[in-house]
């Protein structure tokens, strides 16, 4: 058992569990399909409906998130599918959507930009397409893509459906799925909700379901439509891994008697001011740039630019300390760094840890 203070350890995923969270998985099990399971499953109904801020009954399920990308392919892809790609995630949207045997058109951009709403316009008047995914958050460069607009834009078009990987933006700044008529928004345990890794999460349109009956050979394991019967039941699809439920219920209650998810919102915008501020102060004669423009940036993870070859010795220099950040991701990872200010994480524990940063960087 490591007694290193709770703040940190600063991934973009996972990110660091409260105590108090992760205690509450040593308690014992319950029958999957009995009245303790519906009540549980009862409870958190309307706390996820405020997080994803829809009247749906969002769903759970226990596997990582990933594989509800795998379901939002399977049920929301007719024929052929608009990627959009400016990273990592993005790309394994769209390799999953063909692994899956769909008629995928990426529509990329280079790491650190977001498509424009008019380029994704272009796109679908040159595309003919049943649906567009994107990923909100680019957890591998820190960009954030403006999501209500492309939202809007996507809406021109009739049966396009909108699937949105919101990983690491749900939770740490608004994701409207009704208002802004996202068809379905899918998330993980692990990033801006502060808890283990393991449960993915998600929220749909009527229109998606209604979509998913019109798909044949969907699945059975990652089926939207029992998915959405089961929650409307307060009933799991299969046996669920209890002990995430616990964690999930109680870190929801948290949540909700520390200002809901709004506070949560507020929290995550003062982080990503803080990291700004000590990039333009500090950062800058220390090498450092952020790789998004001022406006596209995350507000859950901070991809900054350093000297070239020296991201791995910061990382490690900060590892030496007690201090834990991430590497670049993928074909970034000699010229960037990535910290995740996520989840229970506070503006005072991320200025400390800049405050090493700088140390470590000078
Ligand atoms: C972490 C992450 C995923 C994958 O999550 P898993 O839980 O590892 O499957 C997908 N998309 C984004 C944007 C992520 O940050």
Same mark, same amino acid.
């Given at each position: 058992m490591t007694?290193?203070?709770?703040?940190?350890?600063?991934?973009?995923?996972?990110?660091e569990?409260?105590?108090?969270?992760?205690?509450?998985?040593?308690?014992? @099990?319950?029958?999957?399909?009995?009245?303790a @399971?519906?009540?549980?499953?009862?409870?958190?109904?309307?706390?996820?409906?405020a997080l994803?801020?829809?009247?749906?009954?969002?769903?759970?399920?226990t596997?990582?998130?990933?594989?509800?990308? /795998?379901?939002?392919?399977?049920?929301?892809?007719?024929?052929?599918?608009l990627?959009?790609?400016?990273?990592?995630?993005?790309?394994?949207?769209?390799?999953?959507?063909?692994?899956?045997?769909?008629?995928?058109v990426?529509?990329?951009?280079?790491?650190?930009?977001?498509?424009d709403?008019?380029m994704?316009?272009?796109?679908? +008047?040159?595309? /003919?397409?049943?649906?567009?995914?994107?990923?909100?958050?680019e957890t591998?460069?820190g960009?954030?893509?403006?999501?209500?607009?492309?939202?809007?834009?996507?809406?021109?078009?009739d049966?396009?459906m909108?699937?949105?990987?919101?990983?690491?933006?749900?939770?740490?700044?608004?994701?409207?799925? $009704?208002?802004?008529?996202?068809?379905?928004?899918?998330?993980?345990?692990?990033?801006?909700?502060?808890?283990?890794?393991?449960?993915?999460?998600?929220?749909?349109?009527?229109?998606?379901?209604e979509?998913?009956?019109?798909?044949?050979?969907?699945?059975?394991?990652?089926? +939207?439509?029992?998915?959405? /019967?089961?929650?409307?039941?307060?009933?799991?699809?299969?046996?669920?891994c209890?002990s995430?439920?616990?964690?999930?219920?109680?870190?929801?209650?948290?949540?909700?008697?520390?200002?809901?998810?709004?506070?949560?919102?507020?929290?995550?915008?003062?982080?990503?001011?803080?990291?700004?501020?000590?990039?333009?102060q500090?950062?800058?004669?220390l090498?450092?740039?952020?790789?998004?423009?001022k406006?596209r940036?995350?507000?859950?993870?901070?991809?900054?630019?350093?000297?070239?070859?020296t991201?791995?010795?910061?990382?490690?220099?900060?590892? $030496?300390r007690?201090?834990?950040?991430?590497?670049?991701?993928g074909?970034?990872?000699?010229?960037?760094?990535?910290?995740?200010?996520?989840?229970d994480?506070?503006?005072?524990?991320?200025?400390?840890?800049?405050?090493?940063?700088?140390?470590?960087?000078?």
């Amino acid at each position: 058992m490591t007694t290193t203070p709770f703040g940190r350890f600063f991934l973009p995923g996972p990110t660091e569990v409260h105590p108090d969270v992760l205690v509450l998985m040593t308690r014992p @099990m319950i029958a999957h399909r009995g009245r303790a @399971m519906s009540n549980l499953l009862a409870g958190m109904l309307n706390p996820l409906r405020a997080l994803f801020r829809t009247e749906c009954h969002p769903l759970i399920g226990t596997c990582s998130a990933t594989a509800f990308m /795998e379901m939002a392919v399977r049920s929301g892809i007719r024929s052929r599918v608009l990627s959009l790609v400016s990273g990592s995630f993005g790309k394994r949207f769209a390799a999953i959507a063909q692994a899956c045997g769909r008629d995928v058109v990426t529509l990329e951009v280079a790491p650190g930009k977001t498509v424009d709403p008019d380029m994704l316009r272009d796109a679908l +008047i040159r595309t /003919e397409v049943d649906a567009v995914t994107l990923v909100h958050s680019e957890t591998s460069t820190g960009a954030l893509a403006p999501l209500e607009q492309l939202a809007e834009v996507v809406h021109e078009f009739d049966g396009v459906m909108l699937l949105v990987d919101a990983v690491t933006s749900l939770a740490g700044c608004p994701v409207e799925t $009704d208002a802004w008529k996202l068809d379905f928004v899918l998330t993980g345990s692990q990033k801006a909700l502060a808890l283990p890794p393991g449960l993915a999460l998600a929220a749909h349109s009527d229109r998606m379901i209604e979509r998913a009956k019109s798909v044949p050979e969907r699945g059975g394991y990652l089926d +939207i439509v029992s998915y959405a /019967e089961a929650a409307e039941n307060n009933q799991p699809t299969n046996t669920p891994c209890v002990s995430l439920l616990y964690a999930l219920d109680g870190q929801l209650k948290r949540n909700e008697s520390a200002g809901g998810v709004e506070a949560r919102w507020q929290r995550h915008r003062e982080m990503l001011e803080a990291m700004e501020r000590w990039v333009d102060q500090k950062g800058h004669d220390l090498g450092m740039s952020y790789l998004p423009a001022k406006d596209r940036r995350s507000w859950t993870v901070s991809c900054l630019n350093v000297r070239e070859g020296t991201g791995r010795t910061i990382q490690h220099a900060m590892a $030496d300390r007690g201090w834990t950040i991430a590497s670049g991701y993928g074909e970034l990872k000699h010229h960037t760094i990535r910290i995740g200010h996520m989840g229970d994480h506070t503006v005072s524990e991320l200025e400390e840890l800049l405050g090493v940063l700088e140390e470590v960087a000078a």
